[in-house]
């Protein structure tokens, strides 16, 4: 009984071993594993390559009144700077992550297969529900948001738009 | 090497991983609000990728919505048992199995917002809990802390690959770039690293250098001084990314493999 346990562990620990090194190239391979790893137990080990994070994601948004005005953009609270903490503590990260994560899964999609029906995507709800839950004035009826990029190290270049929602009834 | 050898290793390895694992537990406990209906990480969203069957979609429902709180705070104080119960008991035995249970539920739960940290937590606990849960015997033992030391090694390995075909890691720039950001940044560290670019190609090259060797397996073939120094980089590093760009749990998982590979580097050469 008991070899069949340690063959049965060998083989798991090696199978893992394997689907790792699989999924870190962006091959059809990785794409099976993916697919396959409902819990994520798969890792991902390419951290900030081969292209680091240049940019910081900025999220604004704009409500359409009654009347038919809009508001000025305001910038949800998603890049505030760490607190000197956050060697030890920094629970924001994951929320910066997420948003980060939900724009690079749209941003994945080739421009040419972009269609309405991204807004039905988790990611592009995900974020939806993000920026629908900041406050609102009582007379706005509608909402519509983008994300930009900005780079610090060209504080003069123009943010670049990464997404631009359509106007959604609040 | 003795089974008292592989235990102490595994009480190493658990104490690291449970700072690591307290930390996360409690600052998903202060984003309590950002999981409530109509927020970021939103249940009904999640739902939408894992419902399938009433009853399973009833079983997530009332753990990973209604009693998310609940589950929380029971896979803490499962964490803090499992880390202050020394010898193998029932209570080890239980905690170990909540803690695992939780985990995985909480990997259902995020589909965005997890980054490395949560990978290798998840790697150390599933394979810790293989060689010393329930079934544990000398042979699952060595296996488990083996599997850690490779994953550690490929985790290390594949990051520097990655970053050695980049012509931005190569051209030494990237720790600047990086450090310029909001995100990951640290404003004081990007200016220095702008007054003295050297400095900072040579820090970029030397991330790169060493999670490469680390990749090599150099970690296991060089002889103990030189490993170890390969080890005090590894933990250096991760303080550095802690304190510069706000990856605070990435140094406990990380560095919860080290006993690990301690432990095998010992193996391989007695």
């Not at chain 2, 970021?40 to 399938?52: D, H, I, K, P, S």
């Not at chain 2, 940044?185 to 560290?189: E, F, K, T, V, W």
């Not at chain 2, 397996?217 to 590894?234: D, E, K, R, S, Y």
């Not at chain 2, 690990?260 to 007695?270: E, G, K, N």
């Given at each position: 009984?008991?070899?069949?346990?340690?063959?049965?562990?060998?083989?798991f620990?090696?199978?893992?071993?394997?689907?790792?090194?699989?999924?870190q190239?962006?091959?059809?391979?990785?794409?099976?594993?993916?697919?396959?790893?409902?819990?994520s137990?798969?890792?991902?080990?390419?951290?900030?390559?081969?292209n680091p994070?240049?940019?910081?994601l900025?999220?604004l948004?704009?409500d359409?009144r009654?009347?038919?005005?809009y508001?000025?953009?305001?910038?949800?609270?998603t890049?505030?700077?760490?607190s000197p903490?956050s060697?030890l503590?920094?629970?924001?990260?994951?929320?910066?992550?997420?948003?980060s994560?939900?724009?690079?899964?749209?941003?994945?999609?080739?421009?040419?297969?972009?269609g309405?029906?991204?807004?039905?995507?988790?990611?592009?709800?995900m974020?939806?529900?993000?920026v629908c839950?900041a406050?609102?004035?009582?007379?706005?009826?509608?909402?519509?948001?983008?994300?930009a990029a900005?780079?610090?190290?060209d504080?003069d270049?123009?943010?670049?738009?990464?997404?631009?929602?359509?106007?959604?009834?609040? | 090497?003795?089974?008292?050898?592989?235990?102490?290793?595994?009480?190493a390895?658990?104490?690291?991983w449970s700072?690591?694992?307290?930390?996360?537990?409690?600052?998903?406990?202060?984003?309590?609000?950002?999981?409530?209906p109509?927020r970021?990480?939103?249940?009904?969203?999640?739902?939408?990728?894992?419902?399938?069957g009433e009853?399973?979609?009833s079983?997530l429902?009332?753990?990973?919505?209604?009693?998310?709180?609940?589950?929380?705070?029971?896979?803490l104080?499962?964490?803090?048992?499992?880390?202050?119960?020394?010898?193998?008991?029932?209570?080890?035995?239980?905690?170990?199995?909540?803690?695992?249970?939780?985990?995985?539920?909480?990997?259902?739960?995020?589909?965005?917002g997890?980054?490395?940290?949560?990978?290798?937590?998840?790697?150390?606990?599933i394979?810790?809990?293989?060689?010393f849960?329930?079934?544990?015997?000398?042979?699952?033992?060595?296996?488990?802390?083996?599997?850690?030391?490779?994953?550690?090694?490929?985790?290390?390995?594949?990051?520097?690959?990655?970053?050695l075909?980049?012509?931005?890691?190569?051209?030494?720039?990237a720790?600047?770039?990086?450090?310029?950001?909001?995100?990951y940044?640290?404003?004081?560290?990007a200016?220095?690293?702008?007054?003295?670019?050297?400095?900072?190609r040579?820090?970029?090259?030397?991330?790169?250098?060493?999670?490469?060797?680390f990749?090599?397996?150099?970690?296991?073939?060089?002889?103990?001084?030189?490993?170890?120094?390969?080890?005090?980089?590894?933990?250096a590093?991760?303080?550095?990314?802690?304190?510069?760009?706000?990856?605070n749990?990435f140094?406990?998982?990380?560095?919860?493999?080290?006993p690990?590979?301690?432990?095998?580097?010992?193996?391989?050469?007695?």
């Open positions: 009984m008991t070899i069949f346990v340690h063959a049965a562990v060998v083989a620990f090696g199978l893992w071993l394997v689907a790792t090194l699989i999924k190239a962006r091959t059809p391979w990785a794409h099976v594993v993916q697919r396959h790893d409902r819990l137990i798969v890792p991902q080990w390419t951290f900030f390559a081969p994070g240049r940019s910081d900025h999220i948004y704009r359409r009654a009347d038919g005005c508001t000025a953009w305001t910038e949800m609270n890049t505030s700077a760490r903490w060697w503590w920094n629970p924001r990260k994951r929320v910066r992550k997420a948003i994560d939900a724009v690079g899964a749209l941003a994945s999609i080739p421009q040419s297969e972009v309405p029906e991204i807004m039905v995507s988790r990611a592009y709800l974020l939806l529900s993000t839950s406050e609102r004035p009582v007379d706005a009826r509608y909402r519509e948001f983008v994300i900005t780079d610090r190290t504080p270049a123009v943010p670049r738009v990464r997404l631009r929602s359509a106007l959604h009834p609040l | 090497m003795t089974s008292a050898a592989a235990n102490e290793t595994y009480r390895v658990i104490l690291i700072v690591g694992a307290i930390i996360s537990t409690l600052e998903l406990l202060s984003l309590r609000a950002h999981f409530a109509g970021l990480f939103a249940w009904t969203l999640v739902r939408r990728r894992l419902a399938r009853h399973f979609r079983l429902d009332a753990l990973l919505a209604r009693g998310f709180t609940g589950l929380l705070v029971t896979r104080v499962a964490v803090v048992a499992l880390a202050l119960t020394p010898k193998v008991s029932a209570l080890l035995n239980v905690s170990f199995a909540v803690v695992l249970v939780t985990t995985l539920l909480l990997l259902l739960r995020f589909e965005w997890k980054d490395g940290s949560d990978q290798m937590s998840t790697v150390v606990l394979a810790i809990y293989i060689g849960g329930p079934i544990s015997d000398d042979f699952l033992q060595k296996a488990s802390l083996a599997f850690i030391s490779a994953q550690t090694c490929l985790a290390y390995g594949v990051a520097g690959v990655a970053k075909v980049s012509p931005i890691w190569r051209s030494g720039s720790l600047a770039l990086i450090l310029d950001t909001s995100t940044g640290s404003a004081g560290a200016a220095a690293l702008r007054q003295h670019d050297g400095v900072g040579i820090l970029t090259r030397s991330v790169v250098a060493a999670e490469v060797a990749g090599l397996g150099l970690v296991f073939l060089l002889p103990a001084p030189l490993a170890w120094t390969l080890l005090a980089w590894g933990v590093f991760h303080v550095a990314t802690a304190v510069l760009m706000g990856l749990t140094l406990w998982a990380f560095v919860s493999t080290y690990a590979i301690i432990y095998i580097h010992s193996l391989l050469w007695t």
